[in-house]
């Protein structure tokens, strides 16, 4: 008899063993679980709400986990890793401040606008293909912006690059749904949400050095190498996840997607939730850059020290999401995060009025906000992708659509209120933080089902 052969999962050349680094990354008692392990023994039963293929079952395991981290990150490295080198593009271009803000909205609305379509698309002909076309995308803007030699040429490479970043946005989300089902989609989102923070938490550091040493193109030469050896992480790693593909009930086409979407007041509360919270984050590092530099008279390294209070904080609440999954529900999580965001946005406001401008004033506030958006993010988006099994991959795009949408406006809008204070800022941050809390209240109510009838 032929000895029994150890557990192995696949990859696209080749075999990795499995078994002997299976305890590494599932602790039974609720270690970091990222394998869905019960899924890949045989003839045991499927967590509900789990579709994936038969012929991707064995190609789970450690560097699909990775391979979902590094397309996550990129679309924010590709944000935040320029903002140190806005003042240097100005100057060697002589382009006024507004074009020069406009060079970080574009990036905001081309990425939102592309949401739209990967995931719809990755519905109908698989996520894998699709993730490919933007990692594609990703690197022809990327190299555009190395070459770059005009203004207009830059603008355009940086509306490229945001438009295929956008892929890993979407698409490792639908992914993770796709692979890990109901049962444990919390817990891998809040790790996943972790990974799309620590790309602003490093980027304005990783920017700022690589601008000092190597002038600004280097931040596009960087993204060209990394976004390479993404490529090839995906190539080797990730197999195709979506069940039934083009086989979606009733031949749904994209605009009936999104329509039986909106027509779900819980997914439009979930949705609206994580897009206000990104409006109050990114309307308030606007103008933080603005007050520290031409208020403060700090330099920019002291800036991106304090910013990393923000993700650090965040990161904070997601793992404390990550813990409370199983024993709270995704609605109290999401209510539970608003509320924290906007009492601690009240007492900003109240402390922007009574005491004079100070850089603990610009930070503080913010970063104890963030911990409670730590909590409710991850929920929230978990229960918008989740609605409709149909639609994951059309409601993650929604998601990550209106997030950077609501962003962009947040950034714009700041630009129009902005003075020599604090006070503008802390009143739209309250007051888009209010919106969220609304929003979050919003699944809790007793709206009747709008769920798509099963066959």
Known sequence: MMPEQPARVHVAHGTLPWAKYRSLFYNASGGWDITPSSRYEKGAARPEGTNLPPSAENRVGPLFVLAMVAITMMGPLAIHAFIPALPIVQRNFAIDAATAQFMLSITLFAMAGATLFY????????????????LGLFLVGTLGCVLADDVTTLIGGRFVQAGGAACGLVLARAMVRDVYGDDRLVKMMAYLTMAYVVGPMLAPAIGGALIDTLGWRSIFQAGLVVGGLIVILTLFVIHETAPNIGKRSGGIVVLQGYGRLARMPKFMGYVFHCGFISASFFSFISAAAFLMSGVLHRPAAEYGLWFITFPACYMAGNFVASRLTTRYSIDRMVMVGAAIGFFVSAGFVIWVMVA???????????????????????????????????????????????????????????????????????????????LALVCAIIPVLPWKSSSPAKA
Request: aromatic content about 8%; some cysteine.
């Open 356 to 434: 004079p401008l100070h850089i603990a004033m610009l930070f503080l506030p913010c970063a104890l906000a963030s911990l409670g958006q730590g909590l409710s993010m991850p929920n929230a988006q978990s229960g918008a992708i989740s609605v409709d099994p149909e639609l994951t991959g059309t409601a993650s795009g929604v998601v990550m659509f209106v997030q950077l949408f609501l962003g962009a406006v947040g950034t714009q809008l700041m630009g129009f209120v902005a003075d020599d204070t604090a006070l503008p800022m802390a009143l739209l941050y309250c007051g888009f933080l209010f």
């Open 119 to 134: 995931g719809p698309l990755s519905d109908r002909y698989g996520r894998r293909p699709v993730l490919l076309v933007g």
